[in-house]
């Protein structure tokens, strides 16, 4: 696995938090709401050269998350994209965040209500994310 710049570390806390200002107050209006949880992007590696793939905490549901590269692009985003992953391809949909940050995601886990603490939801996310980089035969063995 690459290990990320500090630059890019830097872009994913600005990203986290561009989710967080834009999503909170609807976030907190879902039944499924965990106040113990807060908005993080972890586990996020380069991905073909074009974005970064990982995972995003919420205090609600944990996302597959892929985020183009910015300084790449020749056109506007599209409202979907398919990432193919060792376990297999995945619709995400495009997100637009206050700041001018896109991402693409995709709802995981759906409630994360029962998690005492962002440590366990890191832990959730870093499964999640080496079962997604597993290719589908290992899965099954």
Request: proline share 6%.
């Amino acid at each position: 696995m690459q290990t990320l710049t500090a630059n890019e570390y830097a872009f994913l806390a600005e990203l986290a938090k561009a989710y967080r200002d834009t999503y909170l107050p609807a976030i907190k209006q879902i039944d499924c709401w965990n106040p113990r949880l807060g908005v993080d992007a972890i586990c996020f590696q380069p991905q073909g050269g074009e974005c970064m793939v990982g995972a995003l905490i919420t205090p609600c549901e944990l996302w597959l998350v892929a985020v183009p590269d910015q300084t790449r692009l020749t056109e506007p985003l599209a409202d979907a994209l398919t990432l193919s992953l060792p376990s297999g391809a995945y619709q995400l949909t495009l997100d637009r965040l206050l700041g001018g940050y896109n991402l693409y995601k995709r709802a995981i886990l759906f409630d994360l209500s029962e998690l005492d603490s962002m440590q366990e939801a890191a832990r959730l996310a870093q499964q999640m994310m080496a079962r997604l980089m597993q290719p589908v035969e290992e899965l099954h063995q």
